[in-house]
């Protein structure tokens, strides 16, 4: 049996390598877990907002990029569903949609209304509430359906809470 060594200045070269990829500071860091949580208490501390409170009744009208679309209100009542997930029911008085099941995600002050009614008419609803927690100012995409009933259109608005 044979045995092979490595001379010295290939095992420094591997070392070498392995500490310009790695890092110096990264072998001498505190374990994976120690680093992490204080990462994460770094970053919780300094960029995160605390999510806006969105449960409620919220209505208000919204505004077509289109001249000649007309305007459309839009109430939604936002509740958390049995799996603690915010939904909104929504009622519109819209030629291109008619109540939509809404998922809502809200991140910080960010709010987004997604969902669809029965007839496959889709909406988009992203926006910020405002500092009181009273105001959404919102832009909209809504994508009618395969029936063509209703093109793709967009716009402005708010919903007020109620």
Request: one cysteine or more.
């Given at each position: 049996?044979?045995?092979?060594?490595?001379?010295?200045?290939?095992?420094?070269?591997?070392?070498?390598?392995?500490?310009?990829?790695?890092?110096?500071?990264?072998?001498?860091?505190?374990?994976?877990?120690?680093?992490?949580?204080?990462?994460?208490?770094?970053?919780?501390?300094?960029?995160?907002?605390?999510?806006?409170?969105?449960?409620?009744?919220?209505?208000?009208?919204?505004?077509?990029?289109?001249?000649?679309?007309?305007?459309?209100?839009?109430?939604?009542?936002?509740?958390?569903?049995?799996?603690?997930?915010?939904?909104?029911?929504?009622?519109?008085?819209?030629?291109?949609?008619?109540?939509?099941?809404?998922?809502?995600?809200?991140?910080?002050?960010?709010?987004?209304?997604?969902g669809s009614d029965d007839e496959g008419d889709n909406i988009t609803?992203?926006?910020?509430?405002?500092?009181?927690?009273?105001?959404?100012?919102?832009?909209?995409?809504?994508?009618?359906?395969?029936?063509?009933?209703?093109?793709?259109?967009?716009?402005?608005?708010?919903?007020?809470?109620?």
């Open positions: 049996m044979t045995s092979k060594t490595f001379p010295c200045p290939v095992l420094f070269l591997s070392f070498s390598l392995l500490m310009t990829v790695m890092g110096a500071s990264y072998l001498c860091a505190p374990g994976p877990a120690g680093a992490q949580s204080k990462q994460a208490a770094s970053a919780a501390g300094s960029t995160q907002q605390p999510a806006a409170e969105i449960r409620g009744t919220w209505s208000g009208t919204f505004f077509s990029k289109h001249s000649n679309v007309a305007s459309f209100t839009m109430t939604v009542v936002i509740n958390p569903d049995s799996r603690g997930r915010l939904i909104g029911s929504s009622s519109l008085d819209s030629d291109c949609l008619k109540g939509a099941q809404l998922e809502v995600t809200v991140t910080g002050s960010k709010v987004v209304l997604a609803v992203r926006g910020t509430v405002d500092k009181t927690g009273t105001l959404l100012k919102a832009s909209y995409i809504l994508n009618g359906s395969a029936t063509g009933r209703c093109e793709t259109d967009g716009g402005t608005g708010s919903l007020a809470r109620r």
